[in-house]
């Protein structure tokens, strides 16, 4: 069995914000569980950007962000590689009029791997909740 998570919930996972409880929560399910979290190729650059952005910020400081640089280097993710489903992810990118079409990437690697897709971003969620079953807020997450 697999999960799909997205930068937002890994970020969540190592650096205390909303719903990181959730999402340490969901990291130690699956790994309890036997549940492999899967993520798209670009994810490291993504969560590690994101982190990245919080230390220039000053959100949090060069020290925590060096810690959770390496928490996310530990987080059991197996990225794969996507790049086969660019013209995927663009269908389902204009079909719901995302933003960012990393997102759906995201959504296209959920979708071929028959898994669920845990995301962080209520703006992705609420766009395709109505009509992809398998996408699922972080928020909802209660546990296994």
Same mark, same amino acid.
């Given at each position: 069995?697999?999960?799909?998570?997205?930068?937002?919930?890994?970020?969540?996972?190592?650096?205390?914000?909303?719903?990181?409880?959730?999402?340490?929560?969901?990291?130690?399910?699956?790994?309890?569980?036997?549940?492999?979290?899967?993520?798209?190729?670009?994810?490291?650059?993504?969560?590690?950007?994101?982190? =990245?952005?919080?230390?220039?910020?000053?959100?949090? &400081?060069?020290?925590?962000? %060096?810690? $959770?640089? #390496?928490?996310? =280097?530990?987080?059991?993710?197996?990225?794969?590689? &996507?790049?086969?489903?660019? %013209?995927? $992810?663009? #269908?389902?990118?204009?079909?719901?009029?995302?933003?960012?079409?990393?997102?759906?990437?995201?959504?296209?690697? $959920?979708? #071929?791997?028959?898994?669920?897709?845990?995301?962080?971003?209520?703006?992705?969620?609420?766009?395709?909740?109505?009509?992809?079953?398998?996408?699922?807020?972080?928020?909802?997450?209660?546990?296994?």
């Amino acid at each position: 069995m697999e999960w799909c998570i997205d930068a937002n919930v890994a970020v969540k996972a190592v650096v205390k914000e909303d719903f990181s409880k959730n999402a340490m929560a969901l990291v130690s399910d699956a790994s309890n569980m036997g549940i492999r979290l899967i993520a798209p190729h670009f994810f490291d650059a993504e969560t590690n950007g994101a982190v =990245r952005k919080k230390v220039y910020s000053g959100e949090i &400081t060069v020290k925590f962000g %060096d810690i $959770a640089f #390496e928490m996310l =280097r530990e987080l059991p993710t197996q990225i794969l590689s &996507t790049s086969h489903l660019l %013209d995927r $992810a663009w #269908e389902i990118a204009k079909q719901f009029r995302l933003r960012w079409l990393y997102d759906a990437f995201y959504v296209a690697l $959920a979708e #071929e791997r028959d898994c669920l897709f845990w995301t962080a971003d209520m703006e992705l969620y609420n766009s395709v909740k109505n009509d992809l079953v398998f996408v699922k807020s972080l928020e909802d997450y209660k546990g296994i």
